[in-house]
């Protein structure tokens, strides 16, 4: 199942793994932590709006800084 998933870098993932836990760990959170970012956004305290680019305009390229 391990090489059918990962193909022939299952064997070294799984050593990697197990020689550096923390470090796996850390990627991983670090991954979703983006992932879940990238999903919901995040709000600013107090304030409907975020900053950054919004990318939901009226199509004329502006929206950024403004």
Same mark, same amino acid.
């Given at each position: 199942? $391990? /090489? ?7 064997? $070294?993932?799984?050593?990697? &793994?197990?020689?550096?836990?923390? $470090? ?5 959170? &670090?991954? =979703?932590?983006?992932?879940? &970012?990238?999903?919901? !956004? =995040?709000?600013?305290? !107090?304030? /409907?709006?975020?900053? *950054? ?5 009226? *199509?004329? *390229?502006?929206?950024? *800084?403004?």
């Amino acid at each position: 199942m $391990q /090489e059918f998933l990962l193909g022939s870098w299952g064997p $070294q993932i799984a050593a990697f &793994t197990k020689q550096n836990p923390l $470090q796996v760990l850390s990627v991983v959170l &670090t991954a =979703v932590s983006i992932v879940l &970012t990238l999903i919901f !956004g =995040v709000r600013g305290f !107090g304030s /409907e709006d975020a900053g *950054g680019c919004s990318f939901d305009g009226d *199509g004329d *390229g502006g929206g950024c *800084g403004d």
